[in-house]
């Protein structure tokens, strides 16, 4: 039913055409991007604040506010990678973790992101990667936050989702 075609291959991200055929003979090419999971974070002070982080997007042309997230590692796990994204980005530790369920980006990428709710706050040091040194931190309350979500303000498809959820679990939506 599915012959592949390998199209390019870079670091952990493979490109493939798909020829899929389907029952009545007709057949359709689909582009499938084989990528690793991904895990975002939502971190939510006592006080009701939480924290994103402006990054300049490439294939987007534009600057994006986000909530702290990163790849996941080959062999490591999504809430490992939580706590390494929210301390790299923002230097923020955390004490409990909820999950806050898992999304996929986009029809033709493989990854899925694990989103987590991040709570305990405390600062620790800022360690980011050297693609991020120019990322910016903003600490704001929740609130703004959701609402940037939901007025089309923010548009990373897993921030959206991940501010959404978490609303939900603190019953704030």
């Known amino acids: 039913m599915v012959s592949t075609a390998t199209a390019g291959v870079s670091g ?3 490109t493939r055409e798909d020829v899929i055929r389907f029952p009545d003979g007709a057949e359709a090419t689909y582009t499938v991007v084989t990528n690793p ?7 939510y002070f006592d006080n009701g604040d939480t924290v994103l982080v402006r990054q300049w997007r ?3 042309d534009e600057s994006s506010w986000e909530v702290p997230a990163g790849t996941v590692n080959l062999g490591e796990d999504a809430l490992t990678c939580a706590r390494r ?3 790299e980005e923002t230097g923020l530790i955390a004490t409990r973790y909820t999950s806050l369920g898992v999304v996929h980006g ?5 990854g899925r992101g694990q989103l987590f709710l991040a709570e ?5 040091d800022r360690n980011p990667e050297t693609y991020e040194q ?4 903003l600490r704001l309350p929740f609130q703004e936050a959701l609402q940037a979500a939901l007025n089309g303000s923010i548009v990373h498809s897993g921030s959206v989702t991940a501010l959404a959820r978490a609303a939900r679990v603190l019953k704030l939506l």
Do not use: C, K, N
């Open 58 to 60: 490439h294939a987007w």
């Open 120 to 124: 305990g706050i405390t600062a620790s």
């Open 134 to 137: 120019d990322m910016e931190v």
């Open 85 to 87: 994204e929210l301390a």
């Open 106 to 110: 986009a029809a033709f990428l493989t």
């Open 12 to 14: 952990q991200y493979v």
């Open 37 to 43: 999971d991904a895990a975002f974070v939502v971190p």
